[in-house]
């Protein structure tokens, strides 16, 4: 049995949440530092693990004092949680190119299990000889099961945040050499 290690480019590669806003709109944020392993069994990404690791405190919606309140205790409370993590569990294949990932999300110290419906986009070689994979992997949560519970009831009816977050990631992986893996 060989064992794949992936590294996830995290400079070519996206963690995206939206999340409803006063009922009508939605806003979007990312994360922009995070990191991240694919280990497959001989190849098959039908049996492998993934591991990733983001920095709570590089979450960005493009307005500093959202960003702000998003990484207070009423929200991610940064400060006591650093992370949050994602440990793939199980994978099942759906197709040639559809995967569905099962695995425990751990946000605020509150872990529940996830599914990620992913989209393999593929293997090439880059310009330098290395091997890359690509994935596009979408689920919702409901943030309150994750201990997201603050919120305001409009005037006009209706929540402020939304409790659904829509996430997406944008994967590049970068195969690993023996060397390298070691």
């Not at 393999?120 to 994979?133: I, L, Q, V």
């Not at 305001?152 to 590049?172: K, S």
């Amino acid at each position: 049995m060989a064992l794949e290690k992936w590294e996830i480019d995290s400079s070519h590669s996206g963690v995206h949440f939206s999340v409803r806003h006063m009922v009508v709109a939605r806003v979007r944020g990312q994360f922009a530092r995070w990191s991240g392993t694919v280990l497959a069994e001989d190849g098959d990404l039908g049996r492998a693990a993934v591991d990733v690791v983001i920095d709570a405190s590089s979450l960005s919606t493009g307005v500093a004092d959202r960003d702000t309140h998003l990484m207070s205790a009423d929200f991610l409370d940064v400060a006591r949680h650093p992370e949050i993590t994602f440990k793939g569990r199980r994978v099942e294949k759906l197709g040639d190119e559809r995967l569905r990932v099962a695995g425990d999300l751990t946000i605020r110290g509150a872990t529940r299990e996830v599914l990620l419906d992913v989209e393999y986009a593929g293997r090439t070689k880059d310009p330098w000889g290395n091997e890359r994979a690509g994935f596009t992997a979408k689920t919702s949560i409901d943030r309150k099961d994750f201990g997201l519970t603050w919120n305001q009831i409009l005037e006009a009816g209706g929540l402020l945040v939304g409790d659904r977050v829509d996430i997406e990631i944008e994967v590049e992986a970068v195969k690993q050499t023996a060397a390298k893996a070691a």
